[in-house]
């Protein structure tokens, strides 16, 4: 298969032609002086949110672009990861036309998405090993197939796919690849991050909800080439990153310490948690994880669920998800939260 690679060829026309809002911000850039500012219909009496946001978010874009080395024109920052898949879509592809492929057992949201942006969606399943099954991927491919969405580490099966596995679709395919590492932070392989310079159809999704601690704030963060980002930039509504956000991030991600000493104790309590439940006789299978989860094979889901939760434990049941019959994933909580569901767990 040969590719050629055109993000011409791949965006909507209706965004090509677009011409974006331009907001009162957008305009003006500070230079530090005091200024009057009589140009957005604020309410002028000051309360901390009176005044709207930096559409782009440039003090914390520098922090988070400093920290995970790229460059702030490759980053794109929105309200969840949520947020930036569906600008993805709204992008590139073409309601009732185009399609996009995602690898189940997998991210539920990806589906979801292309049902809201009358997007078909190509389901090849993970192969027995939970590893993209990539013959059948390429063959799943035709003119219309924009996307394809990779998670890794995958939810709900926790691991991480294999490197070759992904370069091969990052080379074969002429749309774009979509990497969502809402877990890299646990994972022991490398970000795809430093891979952004090699392929020019490469997306890396990120996000301060898993292990940033910050999911209520609803932060989502996207890196790829400069014209990926103008073009997303373009669609994105002008403030889509409320104040409080950006200052709540901002404060967390220049706190970087306390942020990997919490990741060191989750994956401390990872192993704990594995290790209580291999010796469980009503677990049957325990799948290696680089996310801040376990998945389980039990002899009864549905049964063991219940019963975690009448011990007002909840866990995710995953049963309905194929390749996933008979599963539980367990969220690796405090160390506190963590010895309570293994005392419940060895007395059920
Ligand atoms: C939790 C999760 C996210 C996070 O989404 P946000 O909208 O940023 O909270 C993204 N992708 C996957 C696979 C997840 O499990």
Not at 7 to 30: C, G, H, M, Q
Not at 81 to 93: M, N, P, T
Not at 142 to 155: A, G, Q, V
Not at 177 to 194: G, P, T
Request: proline share 5%; aromatic share 8%.
């Amino acid at each position: 298969m040969t590719k050629t690679f055109n993000i011409n060829n791949i965006v909507r026309e209706s965004v090509k032609t677009l011409k974006p809002y331009s907001s009162a911000r957008d305009e003006y850039v500070s230079d530090g002086s005091t200024m009057i500012f009589l140009d957005a219909n604020e309410n002028p009496f000051e309360n901390g949110v009176n005044r709207y946001p930096d559409p782009y978010q440039r003090s914390l874009k520098a922090v988070l672009a400093e920290q995970k080395g790229v460059s702030e024109s490759n980053m794109l920052l929105g309200n969840g990861s949520d947020e930036v898949l569906d600008l993805i879509y709204r992008a590139f592809c073409e309601p009732n036309q185009d399609n996009i492929i995602t690898l189940p057992p997998t991210y539920g949201m990806y589906k979801v998405l292309a049902g809201i942006n009358a997007v078909e969606n190509r389901e090849v399943l993970l192969t027995s090993d939970f590893e993209p099954d990539v013959p059948a991927i390429l063959s799943a491919v035709d003119e219309n197939t924009k996307l394809i969405f990779i998670c890794s580490p995958n939810n709900p099966t926790g691991n991480s796919f294999k490197k070759e596995y992904v370069e091969k679709l990052l080379e074969s395919f002429s749309g774009l690849v979509v990497i969502d590492e809402a877990y890299i932070d646990f994972s022991e392989q490398e970000s795809w991050l430093s891979s952004l310079n090699n392929y020019p159809n490469l997306i890396v999704t990120q996000t301060l909800s898993k292990a940033y601690g910050l999911a209520g704030i609803r932060l989502g963060i996207c890196c790829a080439s400069e014209e990926i980002i103008a073009i997303l930039n373009k669609i994105k509504p002008p403030y889509n990153v409320n104040q409080l956000t950006q200052q709540k991030a901002l404060q967390r991600v220049l706190n970087e310490d306390a942020v990997q000493q919490e990741v060191v104790q989750i994956l401390e309590e990872r192993a704990n948690l594995k290790q209580a439940l291999q010796e469980l006789d009503f677990v049957e299978q325990l799948y290696p994880s680089n996310a801040n989860f376990v998945l389980a094979k039990v002899d009864d889901a549905d049964k063991r669920y219940q019963q975690l939760l009448n011990q007002h434990v909840v866990v995710r049941n995953r049963s309905t998800q194929p390749l996933c019959e008979n599963t539980l994933r367990f969220t690796v909580g405090t160390p506190t939260e963590n010895k309570a569901l293994i005392a419940i767990l060895k007395k059920l």
